[in-house]
């Protein structure tokens, strides 16, 4: 493992400026040679695998301020505090009740011990899952930019096959981040030079000729929390997680689906797809499609193939299409039935 060394800070600005004397460049702060550290899940790993290198830790788990650690609720919608862990949030039966799908994407995550673990902010930044970004011996874009791309050609079965570039086809490994941008989430962010907020759909970058750069955080920046509004369509939500084991195991394919409904005619449709997409992917044709329908089989059918319009497959990775319009054909049926 290559030698870092750790500071743990309670200031917010003086642990931005730990990490500007590092002298990461602004571009791509998920590469930087200064990293915050929350609960570590992957950072740590990544750095044990030596494909992460950073020279500083900055442990921000005694940040002052209430905001970082707090879930609350109203009428007008939802607020996640960044260090609040995933099991905290799994656990909040308002999240539970009129949420479902964050619940869904939470339970269905890693293990219960790393949900103990891990900072909601973290979570939606940690890194691909691509064995060739894990393995330093093969090239990887991600890891060096323009050494190429090993998985083009090589063993693509997790592959994505939305949002892929010529450089890279990893898939984004989460599943909160699904739920976050299919609803329209903003992700409140702060740094050496303030706060701002966007919409959670701008935080992730696709890959195009720097896959290397994976979001739209500048070094010292932080995620200080989540605002999911509320609506018609939040009670009335699921996420539906295939993959090849029924525990600890990424997405093979995925949806998140939100609906409103005037008996069975759509009023409202949020798809979000996970497991096939090299980010966070929100189906907005799909939605479209629905809108106005009755959502039946045939309504559901017609959205999923709408989803996968100009997908790109690889030798290995052809059956996510299929496996993953079944996954938003079961998704949409299931929110569905559900009662709002």
Same mark, same amino acid.
């Given at each position: 493992m290559h030698t870092f060394h750790y500071r743990r800070i309670g200031d917010q600005g003086e642990a931005a400026r730990a990490l500007r004397e590092t002298g990461s460049t602004p571009e791509g702060a998920i590469n930087a040679a200064g990293q915050f550290l929350a609960g570590g899940t992957n950072l740590t790993d990544y750095m044990r695998l030596n494909v992460m290198r950073p020279d500083l830790l900055v442990d921000i788990n005694d940040l002052e301020g209430e905001k970082l650690r707090q879930i609350s609720s109203n009428g007008d919608g939802l607020w996640i505090g960044g260090l609040v862990r995933m099991a905290e949030a799994e656990d909040n039966t308002d999240i539970a009740k009129n949420y479902p799908v964050i619940h869904d994407t939470l339970k269905l995550a890693a293990s219960r011990q790393i949900r103990n673990m891990a900072s909601l902010g973290g979570n939606v930044l940690q890194r691909t899952r691509c064995e060739y970004f894990r393995e330093t011996s093969w090239p990887c874009n991600k890891r060096t930019p323009g050494s190429g791309c090993a998985a083009m050609d090589g063993f693509n079965r997790q592959h994505a096959v939305l949002g892929v570039s010529d450089a890279c086809i990893a898939t984004y490994p989460g599943d909160f981040a699904q739920a976050l941008v299919a609803l329209d989430a903003t992700v409140e962010i702060t740094g050496p030079d303030g706060s701002r907020r966007i919409a959670f759909s701008e935080l992730h970058r696709l890959p195009g000729d720097t896959p290397h750069i994976e979001t739209t955080l500048m070094p010292g920046e932080i995620i200080t929390g989540y605002r999911i509004p509320a609506g018609p369509w939040t009670r009335r939500s699921c996420y539906v997680k295939v993959r090849d084991r029924d525990?600890?195991?990424? &997405? %093979?394919?995925?949806?998140?689906?939100? =609906? &409103? =409904? /005037?008996? /069975?005619?759509?009023?409202?449709? #949020? @798809?979000? %797809?996970?497991?096939? &997409?090299?980010?966070?992917? #929100?189906?907005?044709?799909? +939605?479209?499609? %629905?809108?106005? #329908?009755? =959502? /039946? +089989? !045939?309504?559901?059918?017609?959205?999923? +193939?709408?989803?996968?319009?100009?997908?790109?497959?690889? +030798?290995?990775?052809?059956?996510?299409?299929?496996?993953?319009?079944?996954?938003? @054909?079961?998704? =949409?049926? !299931?929110?569905?039935?559900?009662?709002?």
């Open positions: 525990s600890y195991q990424f &997405a %093979l394919a995925a949806a998140a689906v939100a =609906l &409103a =409904l /005037d008996g /069975d005619t759509v009023s409202e449709a #949020r @798809i979000a %797809l996970g497991g096939v &997409a090299t980010v966070p992917w #929100r189906a907005r044709e799909a +939605e479209e499609m %629905l809108k106005g #329908r009755t =959502l /039946d +089989e !045939d309504a559901a059918s017609a959205a999923a +193939e709408a989803a996968f319009n100009g997908a790109r497959t690889r +030798e290995h990775n052809a059956y996510k299409v299929p496996m993953g319009k079944e996954t938003v @054909i079961r998704a =949409l049926m !299931d929110a569905k039935a559900m009662e709002a």
